[in-house]
């Protein structure tokens, strides 16, 4: 399959169309080894592109990402606190975009999209992608907690539950199908076990695995498998 030259470098994420062309038109891009000055020609879609003297790979449309904690889940903050800008390396660092936010002191999956429809699609309340997190929390909770969450708790924006799937000491295992802020903090605190510590390791058919903190990667076949399962909104770039 082919693809015009400035619209797969737009894809691969070195600006805008009329950047790209610029760059086409002054001899600074190769294609498969040779000077192309052509932006409207046809190239293949899995061409090696080299850009003066580095080469720009095929953007990941989604990257999975072990957030430590201590960083705020936006680019650029205000306040001068440690935040997402250098979260990803490059090339993929400043070309995608956080899925969602985890609070300063959350640490686990947070996940980066090239694709703002796919976002909105991962985000929106009415399809209910669980998210599954591991607390560690104050006291010894026990097995009637449960039934507790899973009625609901009273918190002072409105009433959240979710389902528990391990209790073991102090680390409880539960998965949720909201991301209001700081839910599972207020939840498992008003339900009497405040916490202490909080990883999130799942999204939707998303798994943080054995990704170690601060390291990314890309979508799994799996993971892609899931998107199209669940009808994701389709990869733009064909």
Same mark, same amino acid.
Do not use: A, C, E, M
């Given at each position: 399959m082919t693809v015009r030259l400035d619209k797969l470098l737009v894809d /691969?994420?070195?600006?805008?169309? $009329?950047t790209v062309r610029k760059l086409v038109k002054k001899g600074f891009v190769e294609v498969d080894g040779a000077v192309n000055r052509h932006y409207d020609g046809h190239v293949p879609r899995d061409a090696r592109v080299v850009v003066d003297g580095v080469e720009w790979g095929p953007l990941p449309r989604v990257v999975a990402w072990h957030k430590p904690t201590g960083l705020v889940s936006t680019v650029g903050d205000p306040h001068g606190r440690a935040d997402l800008r250098d979260a990803l390396p #490059?090339?993929? %660092? %400043? /070309?995608?975009? #956080?899925v969602g936010r985890l609070d300063a002191e959350t640490s686990g999956l947070l996940l980066f999209s090239l694709?703002? $429809?796919l976002t909105q699609w991962l985000l929106h309340p009415k399809r209910a992608i669980e998210r599954t997190y591991v607390a560690v929390v104050e006291g010894r909770p026990e097995p009637a907690l449960v039934d507790v969450l899973a009625a609901g708790v009273e918190t002072s924006d409105g009433v959240f539950g979710g389902r528990i799937e391990q209790i073991e000491g102090a680390v409880v295992r539960? *998965?949720? *199908?909201e991301g209001k802020h700081r839910m599972v903090r207020r939840m498992l605190a008003n339900a009497g076990h405040p916490v202490l510590e909080l990883t999130r390791v799942r999204y939707g058919g998303f798994e943080l695995g054995a990704l170690a903190e601060g390291a990314c990667r890309a979508a799994t076949d799996a993971e892609q498998a899931w998107l199209a399962e669940r009808g994701a909104p389709a990869d733009p770039r064909g």
């Open positions: /691969r994420g070195l600006g805008s169309r $009329k #490059p090339p993929w %660092g %400043g /070309r995608l975009h #956080p694709d703002g $429809k539960l *998965t949720v *199908t």
